[in-house]
């Protein structure tokens, strides 16, 4: 079965610091997505990453993935409280349609 | 333009009860799928349909159905509750079969008491 891992599962970080989440997944993928959550809310859709090597950025955020290793990353530069939310991690199976795997998600408290 | 719309945002039900959850897709959109959301974990897959056919299920009971409309909205059943069965409920819109980006509603929250 496919599986998505994220570590860490809680990040708990001051304002103005710097950090990254990481995503490990077991498939042969290329394409990832990064989703952000706030609490008692849907989804939104934070970044696609297509193909290897693809690094994408919006803000304090920055994504990138590499499929040979399996993993992508969330960097999150000089935080900000409003960056406080939960984030996952996605992977869709070719052999399986659209199916989307979640991460376990990665709850992050910015601390001012 | 409207994104994913999902009816009834919130409702409790009890053991043994139905539920009816609806969901419209993006406008154009032709693909929407169903996933469970259990407090504290991440979305799980329940079912994928494409052009009114079932394109995949998750490891859910039979309890699940689902079914798409000729204007693409959709409907996720679930027959004899289960306390377990509280959670959000969680539509996406895509615009392609496979290997799309999924656009999430705001999710139909269910407490089965």
């Known amino acids: 079965e496919l599986k998505v891992e994220q570590n860490p599962l809680f990040l708990s970080m001051q304002e103005g610091k710097n950090y990254t989440i990481y995503c490990n997944y077991s498939?042969?993928?290329?394409?990832l997505y990064w989703y952000r959550q706030d609490p008692g809310k849907s989804l939104e859709s934070l970044f696609v990453?297509?193909?290897?090597?693809a690094v994408k950025q919006e803000g304090r955020l920055m994504a990138s993935l590499d499929t040979k290793a399996r993993l992508s990353t969330l960097h999150i530069t000089a935080a900000v409280h409003d960056l406080s939310a939960t984030y996952f991690c996605?992977?869709?199976?070719?052999?399986?349609?659209?199916?989307?795997?979640f991460g376990t998600g990665t709850s992050l408290t910015v601390i001012p | 333009d409207a994104g994913v719309t999902q009816s009834p945002t919130h409702l409790i039900k009890t053991r043994g009860q139905h539920v009816t959850l609806r969901c419209s897709p993006i406008?154009?959109?032709?693909?929407v799928s169903w996933y469970q959301q259990v407090l504290g974990q991440g979305p799980q897959f329940i079912f994928q349909?494409?052009?009114?056919?079932?394109?995949g299920r998750g490891n859910f009971p039979d309890r699940f159905s689902a079914r798409q409309f000729p204007n693409y909205s959709s409907e996720l059943n679930v027959n004899a509750l289960l306390l377990g069965d509280s959670a959000l409920y969680l539509c996406?819109?895509?615009?392609?079969?496979?290997?799309?980006?999924?656009?999430f509603g705001e999710g139909s929250r269910l407490t089965v008491l």
């Open positions: 406008s154009g959109h032709k693909s």
């Open positions: 349909y494409y052009e009114k056919e079932e394109r």
């Open positions: 990453l297509l193909s290897n090597g």
């Open positions: 996406a819109s895509s615009g392609r079969a496979l290997g799309g980006e999924l656009f």
């Open positions: 498939t042969t993928s290329d394409r």
């Open positions: 996605a992977v869709d199976d070719r052999d399986t349609g659209n199916q989307f795997y």
